[in-house]
């Protein structure tokens, strides 16, 4: 049931024509990419700050597990293994507070314990990074929100070692 008349040219093939011509007068990234790379070059000064801290995440995975991360739970999480070969503290140290020795490339490691290294857990992308990653070496899964939050619990109270 159509009323177009049939000496117009269809609609598709004119949409088609016009399309490349928008598309050639857009900038080559959108702009949110563009900003993703001014960030990983640096030249974002935003970026270099830190988006967030220890307390904000922990509250973070708190409220996300919908009950406060436990210290002491946290500290056999971290100390353990699950089954596999290594736990968190085989990178990190037991306790946490100094620096890590990579356990498969003897890399050093930044101390984890916020209150042994001030830019730990201060940029959000970064936590959520190697969270992912180290939890899936140890666990062989993703940490849930409450594994998360107990470990920073774990980790906030860690004074520095003397
Ligand atoms: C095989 C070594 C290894 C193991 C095992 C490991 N990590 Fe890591 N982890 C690293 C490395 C390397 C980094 C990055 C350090 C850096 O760049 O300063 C890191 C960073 C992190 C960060 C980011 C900290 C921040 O400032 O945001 C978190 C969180 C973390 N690890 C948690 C864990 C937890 C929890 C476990 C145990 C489930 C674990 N890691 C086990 C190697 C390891």
Redesign the pocket.
């Known amino acids: 049931m159509t009323t177009t008349p049939a000496s117009l040219p269809p609609p598709r093939p004119s949409r088609r024509n016009l399309h490349p011509n928008l598309r050639r007068n857009r900038p080559p990234l959108p702009a949110g990419a563009l900003a993703l790379l001014l960030a990983a070059t640096g030249l974002a000064p935003a970026a270099q700050a830190g988006d967030t801290s ?1 307390a904000a ?1 922990l509250q973070r995975w708190s409220a996300e597990a919908g009950a406060p991360g436990q210290a002491e739970r946290g500290r056999l ?2 100390t353990r293994t ?1 089954g596999g070969e ?7 140290g037991n306790p946490p507070t100094g620096e ?1 020795r ?4 003897a ?1 050093t ?2 101390p ?1 314990a916020p209150a042994a ?1 001030p ?6 992308a ?6 992912r ?3 899936k ?3 062989s899964r993703e ?1 849930s929100p409450q ?2 939050a107990d ?2 619990a774990y ?1 906030v109270a860690l004074p520095v070692r003397p």
């Open positions: 220890a995440q999480f971290f699950h290594w736990s968190c503290a085989s990178c990190h890590g990579h356990a498969a490339t890399k490691i930044a984890l290294n830019r730990a857990f201060t940029d959000g970064r936590t959520d990074k190697w969270f990653r180290n939890c070496d140890v666990l940490c594994e998360k470990v920073l980790l």
